[in-house]
């Protein structure tokens, strides 16, 4: 069936403001996610594209207090070895950012591509296998966005060991980490980046990674 969709100025509006006020949540409420949000969620990434319909992304809720324990001590010991990697004035000013709510955040979900997958008998995969991560990174990208409509916040966690938090979880050796999210409701709403709000960096405009040829 072929139906016509068409969405107004108001919705494009919206949708941009979606954009805006998505924002990588570091600072978690300790209420409880509703029950299946985090199912729900899942749902709407599945609807993402992926190449050539391979569908590679997998995804483990991760509740056992053990295994989130062991993930925070991972990326505590992680954390350390990258301030370590700088020096001068952004020594003193990465100890001061909050890069991650691990603790506070009531739900995990570690996101993985399959790269051993025949979903899709690897159409547009042989030239650029990578799109099998690019495209699990877009369906977090998706679930990001559906989150925010929620009020629910995510916080992509990638200061930790892949090959550990594959111990940890105990998942296929063919599945490759591609995120792990802290996911719950954040303690206050902002429209810029905590990053740029502590300085770190600043949003650029998009003229500045343009190019025409």
């Known amino acids: 069936m072929t139906l016509t969709i068409s969405f107004d100025e108001v919705f494009r509006r919206q949708l941009r403001e979606l954009f805006v006020w998505r924002r990588d949540v570091r600072r978690f409420r300790p209420d409880l996610l509703p029950s299946e949000a985090i199912e729900r969620l899942i749902e709407i990434a599945c609807l993402s594209p992926s190449v050539g319909l391979s569908q590679p992304w997998r995804f483990v809720i991760v509740e056992d207090k053990a295994r989130r ?27 001061t950012l909050k890069l991650a709510g691990l603790e506070e955040a009531p739900g995990h979900l570690a996101v993985f591509a399959e790269k051993a997958s025949d979903i899709g008998y690897g159409l547009g995969r042989a030239t650029m296998p990578e799109t099998v991560e690019y495209s699990v990174a877009a369906a977090i990208c998706s679930m990001w966005l559906a989150a925010r409509a929620e009020g629910i916040g995510l916080g992509w966690v990638s200061i930790l060991n892949p090959a550990r938090i594959h111990e940890i979880l105990e998942v296929s050796e063919s599945w490759k980490l591609i995120g792990y999210l802290c996911v719950g409701y954040p303690q206050a709403e902002f429209d810029r980046p905590e990053l740029e709000r502590a300085k770190w960096e600043y949003r650029r405009a998009a003229k500045e990674f343009t190019t025409r040829r």
């Not at 993930?71 to 990258?82: L, S």
Request: with cysteine.
């Open 69 to 95: 324990r062991a993930v925070i001590e991972d990326f505590k010991t992680c954390n350390a070895d990258a301030l370590h990697s700088y020096s001068g004035e952004r020594v003193a000013r990465y100890a």
